[in-house]
């Protein structure tokens, strides 16, 4: 898989904080929910487009860093309420290419666990005390 965007970087207190892309195309960052009351933090593996959404860092000035060695910042001026149609196209086609790889992930893990498992026919020699051979005769015979 090729990643068009290698990196996005934001600035979060004072500091640009710079977060690389997987191997799946995704970017491992920190999500905030409320649950129960309580605030959770956990790190989710979003895509381009989801990091570019998300509510904190889309006010930090974040900026791309593409394959071709250049930089990218997503919103000029700093105005977080447009999106201009580059920035957006190329979130949009990183995340398309890194998309295929990762279902056929599921589809395997679907196969795998569809053809596992035990039959009938699997069961019919198990017991409490585990596999009995077939000619085994106890002498309590029917």
Known sequence: MKNIIHAISFLHKGERVIVKATNFGKFKVPVTEVTNGQLNTK????????????????NCDP?????????????PAGDSSYLPAQADG?????????KTSV??????????SATS??????????????WWPEDFNDGNAD
């Open 43 to 58: 790190m989710r593996n979003l895509t381009a487009k989801q990091v570019i959404d998300h509510d904190i860092i889309k």
């Open 63 to 75: 900026t791309f860093y593409l394959d071709n060695n250049e930089r990218l910042r997503v919103y």
């Open 90 to 98: 190329l979130a949009l086609k990183h995340d398309a290419m890194n």
């Open 103 to 112: 279902t056929k992930l599921k589809k395997k893990v679907v196969d795998k």
């Open 117 to 130: 498992g035990y039959n009938s026919y699997q069961q019919a020699g198990l017991d409490m005390y585990g």
